[in-house]
Structures are given as structure tokens and as C-alpha cells.
């Protein structure tokens, strides 16, 4: 399998030769082009609970299949969104967690299922609820804005909202910055924008973005027109 | 404190890295990561010309007239932060060096805390272009200075005359004058032509430019959004 990425940071795009036979996954919706030689199937990939699962993660239940049938062919995926996108390869020693919206495409062999966050993913308000990318193979996740990359050695806070996916190796942590708890300067915390960050520690990457959907939207917000009431 | 702008043009974050005991002035939600052993304190800047006071404080935020500011400190060598704007674009550095530049409110990011931020200037009028929320902060001393841009950023050397949309700048130098006066001969030509209102610069001094005017990328896409209740 080879593949290529093209136009990063701001419009990602993903190019997967498949060989004859071999079938690849994404997200419903993410296919660009393909050779006419591709079966596209739409399913309840793993069967009902993973799906169920799947969509707690806030991702889609269904996931479209591309089968290259009778010799080779080329696929190309993009995310709805303006961005990055990247590729892991998974080995089955480390998984990869991936925020909300941010997966993309994988190859077979890798699982994608969610992981409950408990009170964690609850308290956040960001939908720190995640899917876990699993097995071995590749995996293509995507953002809004561009993927940078933060090799942890020392511990990390990140924004909850520019999460995009970290690998299991990292312990991590929904928090306030430090200033910010209740107690010690109660006006960062409900002032500062900044209050819930997630804390990063041990070795690993993660991998954020640098632009934020939710922001944006607030944003846009205010060119809504106003409903007249009658 | 050394800075690098990462993902340009369209993308951009800047990533500063601080040393024990220094400390950055930011934009408040403009934290998307950063290393741990640093302090957070939030304090605010009146937006526009008017009282204190705690209740006025208060009414202030909720009306959305406050600056909320950041101050970052590190507490030992070797720690980051990257900061990103809310919109699609650029980052740029300004080094002050005994002199004063006016920054439009939303593009000011970050600057050294040196640096005297005033947000309740009001040399270019506030209700009067740019809609709701436009204010200007006047950033005074020496020091490093962070801005964004929606869209590319450019600065243009004004030696003489130069005209600028409202919604089109970035930031000035105070070196120069301006004034605020009508794009075209007639008030109907100058709004017809959708130039409602310009900014004439006379004198010697750098003008930040930016490529697109978010007020208007906000009207275009008003009518095509459902409305809102309030």
C-alpha cells in the first residue's frame, strides 16, 4: 500500500493505491475521487454495538468500504473541512486516540471503536469523548487548520478543542491551568477562555491543531440574522 | 523569549519559548498549548472610554466590552506556548521600540507585558465602521508584538498619502495621522460601491494591511444562516 498527501496544511489530501482486492475505509462522505475499478459499500462496519459505539465517539454509524476489484486503483479522501490531514502506521504495540471528528480513513486491520471518558469527557464540555484507532495498519486523521506535532517528554497542556489524537503511551488529564483553579483566581477560570485544558504526561506524541471549529462558529454567530418575533 | 510562526500563510500559530521569569500579555482564548511549569493570572482592559468599578466590571463582560487579557510567567528555562487566532490566517511580529502602534481589537494577540495595552482608545470612532465589537488597542513601548490577520498580511510603508478600507487594517503607527471620511465623492456612491467608509493615513509609518475584511466575509454569509432568536 502506498499513499500520498498533498496540499498540506490548509486543503490535505489523501492519495491510497489500493492492489487488487484490497479494500480500504473512511468516514461516509470522504471519498474525492477513485478509479472506476472501486466497489464503494456503506455499512454498520463490525456490526451493530461497534457502530453504536462508533457514534458515541461522534463519529458517523456508518463507514463506507472501497474494494479495488480486479486489478489496481487509486482513491483520494478529504476531510468536509478546510485542513491537515496525516497518516500513522499502527503496529499493534500503540493505539491511537483520536477527538471527535478527527478520523479520517484506515486501512484494514485497524479497529476503530470509542473509548468512554467517563466524567473526564463529561466535564470537558468539548466532547472529549474519543475514538479509539486500534490493530495493524494505516490510519488518516484530519483537522480544521493545520497538524502540529508535540513530541512529550516534558508534560503538556493542551486547549481540549485542539486536540486531534495522541498516542496511548500518554496519560492524560482533563484540568484547569495552574492560576486558574477555583479558590486561587476564580477570574481565570471563568474568565480566562482557557479554563479546561487536557494535561499530558509521559512519553508519546500529540498531535493538535490551529484553528477550531466551535470558535469560528461563535463567530459567525453574530452575522445570523435576528428572528422577528411576532 | 525567541517566537516562530508555524503553518503560514493561512494556518498560522506562533510558538513562543520563555525562559524562567519571562512573561507574555495574550489574548484571552488564544492559548492552544504550552508547556506546564507556567503560570496563568487573568486580568481585563476596558474596551472603549468608560467607568470601573466591579459591578460595572461585571456588566461590562456580560455585555462583551471587556478585554480579557492572559499574563503567562514561566517558572523555569525552556518552556512554550503556541497561540492561534480564531480565523483563517496570518500571524506577523511587530518589534516596538519606543513607539506606539494602534492595533485593530481583534488582531492583537499577544506582546510583551512591557508593553502598555490600551483598549479604550478611540481615535477612529467605535459604533461609527467594523459593526459591533470593533475597538482598538493602543500598544505602547518596547517589546515584542503579535498580531493576526484574517486572510495574508501585508504592510505598506505610508510615506504621504495612503487610503485604506476600515476593514482592511490591521494595525498603524501613530506616527502617522488619519482620518476616517467617505470612500467616494457622494455618501450613496461610497456605500453603493461598498466602500462605506476609509481610513486616510498622512505621513511617514508602517500600515498593516490584511487581504480580506472579516465584517464582510461575515455579511456574505449572514443571509444564507438561519436566524437567530436574539
Not at chain 1, 477527538?99 to 469527557?121: C, D, F, H, P
Amino acid at each position: 500500500m502506498s499513499f500520498t498527501i498533498t496540499q498540506r496544511p490548509d486543503f490535505a489530501l489523501v492519495t491510497v493505491q489500493l492492489q487488487s482486492g484490497q479494500t480500504y475505509h473512511s468516514e461516509p462522505g470522504a471519498m474525492a475521487t477513485m478509479s472506476p475499478n472501486i466497489e464503494l459499500k456503506a455499512s454498520l462496519k463490525g456490526g451493530l454495538m461497534s457502530s453504536i459505539s462508533r457514534g458515541l465517539g461522534g463519529e458517523s454509524l456508518i463507514i463506507s468500504s472501497y474494494t479495488s476489484k480486479g486489478g489496481e486503483g487509486e482513491i483520494t479522501f478529504a476531510a468536509g473541512q478546510p485542513g491537515d490531514a496525516l497518516h500513522y502506521a499502527l503496529d499493534g504495540s500503540t493505539d491511537i486516540y483520536l477527538q471527535r471528528g478527527a478520523y479520517l480513513a484506515n486501512s484494514e486491520g485497524v479497529e476503530i471503536t470509542s473509548k468512554w471518558q467517563g466524567m473526564r469527557g463529561f466535564f470537558s464540555g468539548e466532547g472529549l469523548i474519543l475514538l479509539k484507532a486500534h490493530g495493524n495498519g494505516d490510519l488518516f486523521f484530519n483537522s480544521y487548520g493545520a497538524i502540529i506535532e508535540l513530541d512529550v517528554e516534558d508534560d503538556v497542556y493542551v486547549d481540549t478543542g485542539f486536540i486531534v489524537a495522541f498516542e496511548s503511551t500518554l496519560n492524560y488529564q482533563v484540568t484547569t491551568l495552574p492560576g486558574a483553579r477555583p479558590g486561587t483566581n476564580w477570574k481565570s477560570l471563568f474568565l480566562g477562555g482557557e479554563g479546561l485544558v487536557c494535561r499530558f504526561s509521559g512519553r508519546g506524541k500529540v498531535w493538535i491543531q490551529t484553528r477550531q471549529i466551535a470558535t469560528y462558529l461563535n463567530w459567525v454567530h453574530r452575522y445570523r440574522p435576528v428572528q422577528k418575533s411576532n | 523569549m525567541q517566537y516562530e510562526i508555524l503553518a503560514r500563510p493561512a494556518s498560522s500559530v506562533v510558538k513562543v519559548s520563555m525562559n524562567q521569569g519571562e512573561h507574555l500579555t495574550c489574548e484571552v482564548g488564544a492559548m492552544v498549548a504550552m508547556s506546564t511549569r507556567m503560570t496563568v493570572e487573568t486580568t481585563t482592559q476596558k474596551k472603549g472610554a468608560s467607568g470601573g468599578g466591579i459591578m460595572k466590571g461585571l456588566k461590562r463582560l456580560f455585555a462583551g466590552e471587556s478585554l480579557f487579557i492572559n499574563h503567562f510567567t514561566a517558572q523555569s528555562d525552556g518552556q512554550y506556548i503556541i497561540l492561534g487566532p480564531t480565523m483563517m490566517g496570518d500571524v506577523v511580529h511587530h518589534r516596538l521600540d519606543n513607539a506606539t502602534l494602534i492595533v485593530q481589537g481583534g488582531s492583537w494577540l499577544a506582546s510583551d507585558p512591557d508593553i502598555e495595552i490600551d483598549a479604550s482608545f478611540q481615535g477612529l470612532g467605535k459604533a461609527f465602521f467594523s459593526g459591533e465589537g470593533a475597538f482598538w488597542v493602543k500598544c505602547s513601548g518596547s517589546g515584542d508584538l503579535f498580531m493576526n490577520s484574517f486572510g495574508a498580511i501585508y504592510p505598506v510603508e505610508v510615506d504621504g498619502d495612503y487610503i485604506v478600507d476600515t476593514g482592511h487594517i490591521v494595525a498603524f503607527e501613530d506616527t502617522l495621522n488619519f482620518n476616517v471620511q467617505k470612500a467616494g465623492a457622494s455618501w450613496i456612491g461610497s456605500f453603493l460601491g461598498g466602500e462605506g467608509l476609509v481610513c486616510r493615513f498622512q505621513g511617514k509609518g508602517i500600515v498593516y494591511c490584511q487581504s480580506h475584511n472579516p465584517s464582510s466575509f461575515g455579511s456574505s454569509l449572514g443571509p444564507s444562516l438561519k436566524p437567530r432568536q436574539s
